[in-house]
């Protein structure tokens, strides 16, 4: 892989990440990339953006991330081609998303550039309602009712099939997203390169599983107002009865990962 454009992405108000993204982008600049690096984060010989959505403009060959999976969210959202990210765990608690440490990052870099590695895809999911797109998710979309004093009816319907029935609220998830807010409800762990969909029910009435369905649209109606969080980082809003629409993204999540790891999930969370 070329790396003639590179983006180093670190932790919000993580001085510890902002440290190693200075470090990281003195070792790419020395390899004559050239490096963007976001405020407050600025290095002699790079560009400084003030805000993640600048990047889209530019064509990069890879974005590294310092921080946890919140990080790792939060850039992928940004990014709407298939630009590759090297993920690195710098004060995360768990990084189930991360590929290496700081301590690795030279032999990654080397392994990049003698193209010893290899991209893993992952389906994402975005949602609309009311005309408009909002931006998308790599983990879950949540629908929730956004008065805790009412029990919302929720209308799900997928290919020809529906299920109406009074929760909470619902979560999207994809395989990615299979060991975060749906797990901790009950769901199933996908494998990561899975296309399919987890539709988990949040507090049902009556008990109601787990669905894993092809990735193709799904529409959610709930009888009460709702909100539309996107990996748990962007809030937006939908009136009652107002269908929402959730279906794969144009363009899968790509980790540069250096190692085959079957389940990398499940291993990093003990199992």
Do not use: W
């Not at 004060?91 to 990654?108: H, M, P, V």
């Amino acid at each position: 892989m070329k790396l003639q454009k590179v983006a180093v992405v670190s932790k919000v108000g993580s001085k510890e990440s902002e440290d190693a993204a200075r470090v990281i982008t003195k070792k790419f600049l020395a390899r004559k990339s050239k490096v963007y690096t976001i405020a407050p984060v600025e290095v002699e010989g790079a560009k400084k953006v003030e805000a993640l959505d600048e990047l889209k403009k530019e064509d990069l060959d890879l974005v590294v991330t310092l921080g946890g999976d919140g990080t790792t969210l939060r850039v992928f959202r940004y990014l709407e081609n298939e630009t590759p990210i090297l993920t690195i765990n710098v004060g995360g608690n768990r990084g189930i998303l991360s590929e290496i440490t700081i301590d690795e990052i030279d032999d990654a870099i080397d392994k990049i550039l003698k193209d010893k590695f290899f991209l893993d895809k992952r389906t994402r999911v975005v949602a609309s309602s009311g005309g408009k797109e909002f931006p998308p998710a790599l983990n879950e979309i949540y629908i929730c009712r956004t008065n805790l004093t009412k029990t919302a009816e929720i209308e799900i319907k997928f290919q020809n099939d529906t299920v109406k029935q009074k929760m909470d609220g619902v979560i999207i998830a994809t395989p990615s997203g299979s060991t975060g807010h749906s797990f901790s409800l009950g769901g199933p762990i996908l494998h990561e390169s899975l296309d399919v969909l987890i539709i988990t029910p949040v507090a049902p009435v009556y008990r109601l599983e787990s669905i894993v369905v092809p990735d193709e649209k799904i529409e959610i109606i709930s009888s009460h107002d709702c909100s539309i969080v996107m990996d748990a980082q962007v809030v937006k809003s939908a009136g009652y009865g107002e269908p929402i629409t959730i279906k794969k993204y144009r363009k899968p999540a790509v980790f540069v990962r250096l190692k085959k790891r079957g389940l990398r999930q499940m291993s990093k969370l003990g199992f």
